[in-house]
């Protein structure tokens, strides 16, 4: 069974850096799907931040693509997210989920986290 | 403002069908078969309910079906239960840069 758990502060300051880490079981993130995060401001929608694939591909949002980067840790079978120069506007929940891509194409997410509530405030 | 237009919220009986809808465009529900649904209960991991517009994965009830007309999607759900009471979100590839879009959120009421 694969699941998914993310982890971090659930505080950010303005202007600084948010940072989370998503631990997969039940499967190896070297070995196939694309895994990513995806958010939930407060009363809002869900808003797709990026995805990655284990061999190096990767597509971000645009709107937020100069301030995030995905990174992997294979040896923990671990993906992280990095989040710059944060605002309130990047208060959310905060999911990591894997996904199936193809040619460049988005399919769908199959398994996701439970969600980490991330407040950016001073 | 989300880029699939969801309504914000369907109620029905148990034991009812309910239609939820999707709308996007061309560029998107319309132009490509790769419509999925989401069910989400509040602090609980979101579910794929629906992929590829109208297949369901393993192990998700019969009672849920998706389709697809035009730029619009659409879940049903066939005898409403009170597990079904969650929000539901369609998502869909997009040829803009984006690449990925979700709809606004359809809270499901079961009365």
């Known amino acids: 069974q694969v699941q998914l758990q993310e982890s971090g502060p659930g505080l950010a300051k303005p202007s600084e850096t948010l940072s989370l880490t998503c631990t997969v079981s039940g499967y190896s993130i070297s070995y196939d799907y694309y895994w990513g995060w995806v958010r939930q401001p407060p009363g809002k929608g869900l808003e797709w931040i990026g995805t990655?694939?284990?061999?190096?591909?990767?597509y971000y949002n645009p709107s937020l693509k100069s301030r995030v980067t995905i990174s992997v840790d294979t040896s923990k079978n671990q993906f992280s997210l990095k989040l710059t120069s944060v605002t309130a506007a990047d208060t959310a929940v905060y999911y990591c989920?894997?996904?199936?891509w193809g040619g460049g194409y988005y399919y769908y997410m199959d398994v996701w986290g439970k969600g980490t509530t991330v407040t950016v405030s001073s | 403002q989300s880029a699939l237009t969801q309504p914000a919220s369907v109620s029905g009986s148990p034991g009812q069908s309910i239609i939820i809808s999707c709308t996007g465009s061309?560029?998107?529900?319309?132009?490509?078969?790769?419509v999925s649904w989401y069910q989400h209960h509040p602090g609980k991991a979101p579910k794929l309910m629906i992929y590829d517009v109208s297949n369901r994965p393993s192990g998700v009830s019969n009672r849920f079906s998706g389709s697809k007309s035009g730029n619009t999607a659409s879940l049903t759900i066939s005898g409403l239960q009170a597990e079904d009471e969650a929000d539901y979100y369609c998502?869909?590839?997009?040829?803009?840069?984006?690449?990925?879009?979700f709809g606004g959120g359809t809270k499901v009421t079961v009365l």
């Open positions: 998502s869909s590839y997009t040829s803009s840069s984006t690449r990925v879009v």
């Open positions: 061309s560029s998107d529900v319309g132009g490509y078969n790769y």
């Open positions: 990655f694939y284990h061999t190096g591909t990767t």
């Open positions: 989920a894997r996904a199936q």
